[in-house]
C-alpha cells in the first residue's frame, strides 16, 4: 500500500468534498485538482498532512461551489443531490450515514458556501477551529459565530425525529413493497398523510417539476404498474432503485413516526452514474 498522505487519506477527502457539494462527480474533479496542488508541495514543510490535504480540498470545494450555486439557479426544476451507492457498514457509523444522506445534503444546500463548509468541517469531521479558519480564510472567532448560525439553521429544518436504523429499515421495506404491488391504499398507509414527493429530472426525464403534497397525490403518483422495484444502500440508508418504460429512478426515503414522511427521487441520468460501484467514504 502507498504510504503518500494523499492515497491514505483519499476516501476522506471525496467525503469533504461531496458534503460540500453534493455531486460526486464534481467532488471527483475536486479530489483530482487538490491532488495536483499537492503533488506540487515541499512534503518537508507539511507537519499535518491530513489537515493540510483537507484545507486544500476544502479551498477548492468553496471555489467550485460558488461556481454551482449560480448553474443551480437556472436548473430545470427541483435541484437534488447526486446519490451514491454505499455499503451497508457506513449505517453503522450514525453520523457518517446522517451526515451524507440526501435528506441532509439538501439542507445543507440552503446554507451559504462559508457556512455549508464551516458546518461540515466541524460538526462531521469535528475539526479544531483553528484549522477550519485556516481551511475558509476567517479568523477562528468568526468560524465559531458561524459555525453556531450553521447548527441553529440546520437544526430547524432537518428532519424532526431521529429514528433507529431498524426501524428506517423496517418502514423502508414496507414502502418499497407497496410499491411492488402497486396497491395505492398500501402505499397511503405507509406514508404520513403530509408525505412530500420531491423529484429531480433535471429537464431530462419526466418528473414533477415542483414537490407534490399528501399521501393520497403521491400515492396516485406512484402506484403505477410495470415497475421494477428493488432495494438498494444509497448514501447510508436503505433506499429503492426503480427502472419503469427504460427510466432509472434512485429514491431516498425520511421516516418520521413510523411512516415515510419526505421522499427524494433522483430521475436526472447524469446524476445516476454512482449506482453501480460503492463510493469509499471516510471521515
Do not use: C
Not at 408525505?195 to 399521501?215: E, F, Q
Amino acid at each position: 500500500m502507498s504510504t503518500d498522505p494523499f492515497v491514505i487519506h483519499r476516501s476522506l477527502l471525496f467525503t469533504v468534498a461531496y458534503e460540500m457539494l453534493g455531486s460526486a462527480a464534481d467532488a471527483e474533479d475536486v479530489v483530482q485538482e487538490s491532488w495536483l496542488r499537492w503533488a506540487d508541495v515541499d512534503r518537508s514543510r507539511v507537519h499535518n498532512p491530513r489537515a493540510y490535504l483537507v484545507q486544500i480540498t476544502t479551498r477548492q470545494a468553496l471555489n467550485r461551489l460558488r461556481t454551482l450555486s449560480r448553474s443551480r439557479e437556472e436548473y430545470v426544476g427541483e435541484w437534488l443531490p447526486e446519490p451514491l451507492l454505499t455499503t451497508p457498514d457506513v449505517a453503522e457509523d450514525v453520523e457518517l450515514a446522517e451526515s451524507v444522506s440526501i435528506a441532509m445534503l439538501t439542507v445543507l444546500e440552503t446554507l451559504g458556501p462559508t457556512e455549508r463548509a464551516v458546518f461540515v468541517l466541524r460538526e462531521v469531521f469535528d475539526l479544531p477551529y483553528g484549522e477550519i479558519a485556516e481551511a475558509v480564510g476567517k479568523s477562528a472567532v468568526t468560524v465559531r459565530q458561524i459555525a453556531r448560525r450553521a447548527r441553529e439553521h440546520v437544526a430547524a429544518r432537518r428532519p424532526r425525529v431521529r429514528v433507529s436504523r431498524f426501524e428506517q429499515q423496517a418502514v423502508v421495506e414496507r414502502f418499497l413493497a407497496a410499491l411492488r404491488t402497486g396497491q395505492v391504499q398500501e402505499l397511503i398507509d405507509v406514508m404520513a398523510p403530509d408525505v412530500v414527493l420531491i423529484a429531480d429530472g433535471g429537464g431530462v426525464t419526466s418528473a414533477a417539476s415542483a414537490p407534490v403534497h399528501g399521501a393520497e397525490r403521491v400515492a396516485a403518483l406512484l402506484a403505477r404498474p410495470g415497475r421494477v422495484v428493488s432495494s438498494v444502500w444509497l448514501n447510508g440508508a436503505l433506499a429503492g432503485r426503480i427502472e419503469a418504460d427504460g427510466q432509472l429512478a434512485a429514491v431516498s426515503l425520511v421516516v418520521e413516526g413510523g411512516r415515510v414522511s419526505r421522499i427524494h427521487a433522483v430521475a436526472n441520468p447524469g446524476k445516476l452514474a454512482r449506482l453501480e460501484e460503492p463510493a469509499a467514504l471516510a471521515r
